[in-house]
């Protein structure tokens, strides 16, 4: 199956929007782990058994791996590989370049990593995100309106009547297919994302911003009425405890925020 239809069955499997993102960081690991960079792989597999349950999705932010060097990027590797046939997996890179250089950079995430989704900047435009639409069997998530503050300082930036977000939404939805092309959309802006809707209903949202960013969950929900989309949350899940618990208690917050986002 294609990467949308893999979406499609592990959240109808699991009657579950929700996913895990494993922005995993070896200063906040818990305490019964070293403070070392292979600790982040057994980390990363522990969080992943205490909530498979009740993730249809996982996301790994490569730049707390990346950090590490050619270590860290071995945990990508081999949580990916671990992932392969148990969940949807989200290759959280930001990435978008000239062309010859997002060729590279999908390759490598989809060829060499295994992800199924990846997200991407579209401020260089159609060249820089055509590269990783090519991989029509995978989906690639556009940076609309992000849940981070300084999200205010261009993407709502108006111009011909419409914030600049509107017009990346509105200029891109050409670029791919409804099955391979997301975009990503804060929790944080709920009011925005209604809006949104009536230019996508039918794209997947990709939404960050709920938990320990503050996005409130009915207003997103209201918000996005039955729109396809996958939720994030990372740390409120990952780090739930810092003790011998932590996995237990990851179990509980990924039980709680899957009936939160109940659909």
Request: aromatic fraction near 12%; hydrophobic fraction near 35%; charge should be neutral.
């Amino acid at each position: 199956m294609n990467s949308y239809q893999k979406i499609k069955y592990y959240q109808s499997e699991k009657k579950s929007l929700l996913c895990v993102g494993l922005d995993s960081d070896v200063n906040k690991l818990p305490d019964v782990f070293e403070r070392k960079v292979s600790s982040l792989l057994d980390f990363n597999l522990e969080i992943i058994n205490s909530t498979l349950e009740f993730a249809s999705s996982y996301k790994i932010n490569f730049a707390f791996y990346e950090q590490y060097g050619s270590e860290g990027l071995d945990v990508i590797k081999k949580t990916m590989e671990y992932l392969k046939d148990k969940s949807f997996v989200i290759a959280d890179a930001k990435r978008g370049d000239i062309g010859n250089t997002s060729n590279a950079y999908a390759k490598s995430c989809f060829d060499y990593f295994g992800a199924d989704a990846i997200t991407v900047a579209p401020y260089m435009g159609y060249d820089s995100v055509e590269p990783f639409l090519k991989f029509s069997d995978k989906m690639t998530f556009i940076l609309a309106l992000t849940s981070n503050p300084g999200s205010a300082d261009f993407q709502r930036l108006v111009f011909d009547g419409k914030p600049l977000f509107q017009h990346v939404i509105e200029k891109s939805i050409s670029w791919g297919t409804i099955e391979s092309t997301g975009f990503v959309t804060g929790a944080t802006h709920p009011e925005d994302i209604s809006k949104i809707r009536k230019i996508i209903p039918e794209n997947y949202l990709l939404i960050p911003g709920v938990g320990t960013q503050g996005g409130d969950v009915q207003s997103l929900m209201r918000s996005n009425g039955n729109g396809p989309s996958i939720i994030n949350v990372s740390r409120d899940i990952i780090y739930a405890s810092n003790g011998k618990d932590f996995g237990a208690s990851s179990s509980v917050r990924a039980k709680y925020y899957k009936e939160l986002f109940a659909f």
